[in-house]
């Protein structure tokens, strides 16, 4: 089986479902093996959906505070960038921090 | 634009998973209304986020309804089922919904259509609750009825339940949860703020009270969960535990650089975190003198608490 990133579980999606998961453990409804079960399969879900379903191109400019390579993973921390989706733009003065995993998996 | 897109995906992903997982509960022998439950949850609370416009949804997911539900929260089952249990995300929301009434000119559309809008919200909401009774689940309903018409921080409930959740988990699976479920809430509690500054242009000191609230709410609530302790305890527990004020300082001193200082300083501090955050994978970066260059992919950006998705995203910086 084919391993998918957490990485998306940092995500608005993800979050709300761990709190999701959380409450129904604390209610004893489910074990913290079958939330395991479920953020791996949303892992799945979510890596599909955005490489199958997202056809949106973007781009991006800014001034690089920080940047970092570690285990195959890329933090890059920007400053008054600009993100250009189709035909908006978003200007941002504050920092954006972009978390970004190989897209070649290990062993590929 | 891609915010468009945003509830088409997630409601997809949404489905997929619960279609997915269906088995899963088989498997562990759990009733499939509580994967039903967990649906619904996922959901209020997505909507909730208002990361995105769902569609058919806007007078829930409008900051207006939240004062009403606010207004509203003396009778639990609305609460409960409009955002969950989650002790962060109601207590945060129920200090920053505070704010939104002492700041009324935040709230911009009429009182009676809201109080209509709303008032239809509530009923759908209420219908929910009352299958929820009527399923096999006495815990859900007994749990509900338990914090009754005078208790509004739904946070209770976990620690209220008695038995089961200590029974069930294997240690590893419940200690992995948990770091899990920790680690997501610091990265939450960035969402949370951007947020509840988008909804209110000005106040910044309402954030920093809400953010400390709900800090102390979350440890108290991991205090519970590693202690196994009941709520009589934890309510004569004194607030600032030793594991609270280790999360409360860093936290204080990330908001205070944001809000004091100029950005120069949190980057020679080497302080990244960010209220923005895109989530990706990168085909390649590139430096060539000070200019980087990335080719990113399959990305959620988090922007001014908006979701957006890409597919493909080419960034240019500068050093």
């Known amino acids: 089986m084919t391993l998918y990133y957490q990485l998306y579980r940092s995500g608005t999606l993800g979050i709300t479902l761990i709190d999701s998961l959380n409450e129904l453990i604390q209610a004893g409804h489910i074990t913290p093996q079958l939330a395991m079960q479920v953020l791996e399969q949303y892992d799945k879900s979510i890596s599909e959906a955005l490489s199958s379903k997202v056809k949106a191109k973007a781009t991006m400019k800014g001034d690089l505070g920080i940047y970092r390579l570690c285990d195959d993973v890329w933090t890059l921390v920007v400053k008054n960038s600009s993100f250009k989706c189709d035909h908006e733009t978003i200007t941002i003065t504050d920092k954006v921090k972009i978390v970004a995993c190989s897209n070649r998996r290990a062993g590929e | ?319």
């Open chain 2, 1 to 319: 634009m891609s915010n468009s897109i945003v509830a088409a995906i997630y409601r997809y992903v949404i489905d997929d998973v619960v279609r997915n997982v269906h088995a899963d509960f088989e498997g562990h022998g759990v009733d499939t209304s509580v994967l039903e439950e967990l649906q619904r949850s996922w959901e209020a609370k997505v909507i909730q986020s208002r990361v995105a416009s769902f569609p058919g949804e806007d007078s829930i997911n409008s900051p207006s309804h939240d004062v009403y539900a606010n207004q509203f929260n003396a009778r639990p089952a609305t609460y409960h089922d409009y955002a969950g249990p989650a002790g962060a995300h109601n207590i945060n929301s129920a200090a920053s919904l505070a704010s939104i009434i002492n700041n009324p000119e935040s709230m911009a559309p009429s009182a009676a259509s809201l109080a209509s809008l709303a008032q239809s919200g509530r009923g759908q909401l209420l219908l929910d609750d009352d299958e929820d009774a009527d399923s096999d689940h006495q815990q859900a309903s007994h749990h509900h009825r338990y914090n009754g018409p005078n208790n509004n921080i739904p946070q209770n409930d976990g620690a209220d339940e008695p038995v089961p959740v200590l029974a069930l988990p294997a240690d590893a699976a419940l200690a992995k949860w948990q770091a899990i479920r920790d680690s997501r809430r610091q990265t939450y509690q960035h969402n949370i703020d951007a947020w509840t500054n988008r909804d209110r242009s000005a106040v910044g000191q309402v954030d920093g009270a809400s953010d400390d609230e709900d800090e102390d709410e979350d440890d108290e609530e991991d205090d519970n969960n590693n202690a196994n302790s009941h709520v009589d305890d934890r309510h004569r527990a004194p607030i600032a535990t030793f594991g609270s004020g280790k999360v409360e300082a860093p936290e204080d001193a990330i908001n205070s650089d944001l809000d004091d200082t100029d950005e120069e300083d949190d980057i020679e501090n080497n302080n990244e975190e960010s209220d923005h955050v895109v989530l990706c994978q990168y085909e390649k970066v590139t430096r060539s003198k000070n200019k980087w260059k990335c080719v990113l992919r399959d990305g959620i950006m988090l922007i001014n608490g908006r979701d957006y998705l890409f597919q493909k995203a080419t960034g240019e910086f500068e050093w």
